[in-house]
C-alpha cells in the first residue's frame, strides 16, 4: 500500500464486543454479544462495505473490532469483497486469527492483510504456529505480535525463532508498564522497533494526518479523527464530514494505531507500504 492524493484511510469499528478469547488484560475478554447486537453489527458493516465499493476515489480500510471479527461471517465476507475493489488499496483487519484459514482462497491477496495478535495461554502454541505457517504458505501479508508482559516474554522470543525472518514480530507496551532498560532490550531483541512502543509519544498541537486522510467511523457512520479523540467531525453516510487537517488535541497518544499517523514520527517511511497491517517498508537488523 503506497498512499495517494485522494486516498482515504479509514479504521473502523463497529458494535461488536464478544470474544472468542479470556484475556485478563482485556475488558472485552469473553463477552458475549446478544442477537440484537451481532444484528446490529452486521447492518452497520455490510453498510458500511456498501459505502466503500461506492467511492470513486482509493481507499484503505483497517477493522479495529473491540471482540474478534473473524469467527462472523460477515467480517470475512467483508474482507474478501472489499479486497477485490479495485480502488482499495488494502483492507486489514486487527485479529486473534483463531478462524480456520480457508476463506482466505477467495481474497485478492495483492489487497489483503492481517495485523495478527498472539495471545498466550488462550491458544496451544502449536495450533497458533500452524494458523501462521498456514498464512505463509498461502502468501498472505501478515505481522504478528504479542503484549508485552514479563510473562509472554519467553513465548514471544519463541514466536521470533519458529517464524521465518521476513513475518515482523511487533511487541506492545502493556498498558501503563514502565520498563527498565534491562526490560525493554529484552523485548528490542524481538522488536527491533519496540521503542515506539515503550513510551507514549507527545501529540498536543502537533501534524497528524488524522482527521484529513485518516479518519476513524462507527457502526452509525459517526466519524471522528481518530479512536482516542472523542469529537465528532460529522458522518461518513449524511455528507455532513469533510476531510480537514488539524493540529493533535491530545496530549499524549499511546497506541499505534494512533501515533503511526503523527507526522514527527516518521512512521509512514519505517511502514510505507504496510501502515495498517504494521509491516515495516525494510525489516530492521535484530
Known amino acids: 500500500m503506497t498512499t495517494q492524493a485522494g486516498e482515504l484511510t479509514i479504521l473502523y469499528r463497529g458494535p461488536l464486543a464478544s470474544c472468542d478469547y479470556d484475556c485478563p488484560y482485556c475488558p472485552f475478554a469473553k463477552r458475549r454479544d446478544d ?24 481507499v484503505s480500510v483497517l477493522f479495529t473490532p473491540w471482540g474478534e471479527g473473524l469467527v462472523r461471517s460477515w467480517y470475512r465476507r467483508a474482507m474478501v469483497e472489499l479486497s ?32 495478527v495478535t498472539y495471545h498466550p495461554g488462550q491458544v496451544p502454541y502449536e495450533r497458533f504456529l500452524g494458523r501462521c505457517r498456514d498464512l505463509v504458505a498461502r502468501g498472505v501479508r501478515f505481522s504478528v505480535g504479542v503484549v508485552g508482559l514479563p510473562e509472554h516474554l519467553g513465548q514471544a522470543r519463541r514466536v521470533r525463532a519458529d517464524l521465518p525472518g521476513e513475518v515482523y514480530v511487533w511487541v506492545n507496551a502493556a498498558e501503563g508498564a514502565v520498563y527498565t532498560d534491562d ?13 515506539h512502543s515503550r513510551t507514549p509519544h507527545r501529540s498536543a498541537g502537533l501534524p497528524c494526518r488524522t ?11 459517526t466519524v471522528r479523527r481518530c479512536h482516542f479523540v472523542p469529537a465528532v467531525l460529522g458522518n461518513l453516510y449524511d455528507g455532513t464530514f469533510s476531510p480537514r487537517a488539524a493540529a493533535c488535541p ?20 519505517v511502514f510505507a507500504g504496510g501502515i495498517l497491517e504494521r509491516i515495516p517498508a525494510r525489516l530492521p537488523p535484530g
Not at 97 to 115: H, I, V
Not at 183 to 194: K, N, S, V, Y
Open 211 to 221: 482527521g484529513d486522510s485518516v479518519i476513524s467511523v462507527d457502526g452509525e457512520g
Open 250 to 269: 491530545a496530549a499524549m497518544c499511546d497506541c499505534h494505531i494512533g501515533y503511526v499517523h503523527l507526522e514527527t514520527t516518521g512512521l509512514y517511511d
Open 183 to 195: 526490560e525493554a532490550g529484552a523485548w528490542t531483541a524481538i522488536d527491533p522497533l519496540f521503542h
Open 84 to 115: 477485490h475493489l479495485p480502488h482499495v488499496r488494502r483492507v486489514a483487519i486487527q485479529t486473534n486469527f483463531s478462524c480456520r484459514p480457508g476463506w482466505l482462497a477467495e481474497a485478492d491477496l495483492d489487497t489483503l492483510a492481517l495485523w
Open 35 to 58: 442477537r440484537g447486537r451481532l444484528a446490529r453489527d452486521r447492518a452497520a458493516l455490510e453498510r458500511f462495505t456498501a459505502w466503500v465499493a461506492g467511492r470513486d476515489h482509493p
